[in-house]
């Protein structure tokens, strides 16, 4: 009890301090603000850009969880694939084509389905890669005269994929994957293929390798899928009808989904699959962005705590001063019986208040700035429609600032604590 009343005590004084120095007060804030608020504002941003990378992995790779599965190379291995993902949940499988749609018989503007921003560069006829990540070129066929046509990556789904990956619907919609399969493909088109599409206006027939016959395909929907290469997205069952696709790229299963997965793996070993070549891997995203974001929050935090550092060198020089100036005022609260120990608090009660109302105040201004870039920038950036203030950004500046508090009053606290009595009588 004693204890807590002195701490009460020395938080009033303090408070009283402050009150009495008010110009002094500020001018100390004005020191320490710019420190907490880079540590607010590194903090914040390494969430913000830890989010955005999580993010961009789920996009491009699955959400945390997700059992991302290649399936080996064999005949059947389409067919066994499709039959025992029918109608099971938790499950997703991407069928890839080459396609092309525009003109027939004419090379397409982007021939090998490379990006519409490196057209003329020499790339030849693009790349293909396995699951391996090993790539090779593939050459355009020059025998063709170009035309009105854009050649691009389809994936055929046997499920929702956005359970795995969230794709942003930009425009239009997702496909529906209720009722049975339409003879016309409806397609969802990533910004990049809408880019082609809406630059060139080519007629609407589509071309898959194998088809004897071309298709009249339905654009639905554009989506953001994280890919810089023209690809779209169509129910399996759709393209099936008028070709068969050329392989299972991926399979996605979430971790309810396993039974499925066992059943998948028995039925491509009783038909004589190659077994080592089936690979899985659960998705996990700290593993792949984890080291990169804290070596860079670690650099950003070290110049934050040097900015923080002459901010608390302004809170002890402001205390020096201070105290300083109150000599005989502490002199004589040690006459009246006044322990040490309370004086060194009532000045460091003074430089923690100080710290916690600039921590108040870069909170704050931190909190409307991303308010601020949120309204502006939300409809060019995606991610800032969606986040709020990180409130961990929030908990470091108020550490921020009691820390620099304690950092710049502990001096001037120690000072006041060794005023003799004596010095009461130059009062």
Not at 103 to 110: A, H, L, R, Y
Not at 139 to 154: C, R, Y
Not at 303 to 323: F, Y
């Amino acid at each position: 009890m004693r204890l807590s009343g002195k701490l009460r005590s020395a938080l009033v004084i303090g408070g009283q301090g402050i009150r009495a120095r008010k110009l002094r007060t500020f001018l100390s804030m004005v020191s320490l603000f710019l420190g907490v608020l880079a540590v607010v504002t590194v903090q914040a941003g390494a969430v913000i850009a830890e989010r955005a990378a999580r993010i961009d992995l789920e996009m491009t790779m699955g959400r945390d969880g997700t059992v991302q599965v290649y399936l080996p190379d064999h005949a059947e291995t389409v067919d066994i694939t499709l039959d025992t993902l029918s109608g099971a949940a938790g499950t997703a499988a991407l069928t890839s084509y080459r396609a092309v749609v525009g003109e027939p018989g004419v090379t397409p503007v982007n021939a090998g389905g490379m990006s519409f921003d490196h057209l003329g560069e020499n790339y030849g006829g693009g790349y293909t890669c396995d699951r391996y990540g090993n790539c090779m070129a593939m050459e355009a066929d020059t025998a063709k005269p170009p035309g009105q046509a854009v050649e691009f990556s389809l994936y055929g789904l046997t499920g929702d994929i956005r359970e795995f990956r969230p794709f942003h619907v930009v425009s239009g919609t997702w496909l529906d994957f209720t009722g049975g399969p339409l003879m016309s493909p409806g397609l969802v088109v990533n910004e990049e293929l809408a880019k082609g599409l809406n630059r060139y206006q080519v007629p609407a027939e589509l071309r898959l390798a194998g088809a004897t016959t071309n298709a009249t395909p339905r654009i639905i929907g554009v989506v953001d899928d994280g890919n810089s290469m023209p690809t779209a997205y169509a129910r399996s069952d759709e393209l099936r009808t008028w070709s068969p696709p050329d392989r299972v790229a991926q399979l996605y299963l979430s971790s309810d989904a396993e039974p499925v997965a066992q059943v998948l793996k028995t039925r491509l070993t009783a038909a004589g699959a190659p077994m080592d070549q089936w690979y899985s891997q659960v998705i996990d995203s700290e593993e792949f962005v984890g080291d990169q974001l804290m070596l860079l929050r670690l650099i950003f935090l070290g110049m934050a705590a040097l900015v923080l550092l002459i901010g608390a060198a302004g809170i002890l020089n402001v205390g020096l001063a201070t105290v300083g100036e109150r000599i005989e005022e502490f002199a004589l609260r040690r006459a009246v019986g006044t322990p040490r120990l309370l004086l060194a608090g009532i000045v460091l009660a003074e430089t923690m208040i100080v710290g916690l109302l600039t921590a108040g105040a870069a909170i704050g201004v931190g909190v409307l700035g991303l308010e601020v870039a949120r309204r502006v920038l939300g409809d060019r950036e995606p991610l800032l429609t969606e986040v709020a203030f990180p409130w961990e950004a929030g908990l470091a500046g108020v550490i921020a600032g009691v820390a620099a508090g304690v950092l710049g009053g502990l001096i001037p606290a120690i000072r006041a604590a060794k005023i003799p009595i004596a010095t009461v009588m130059r009062a």
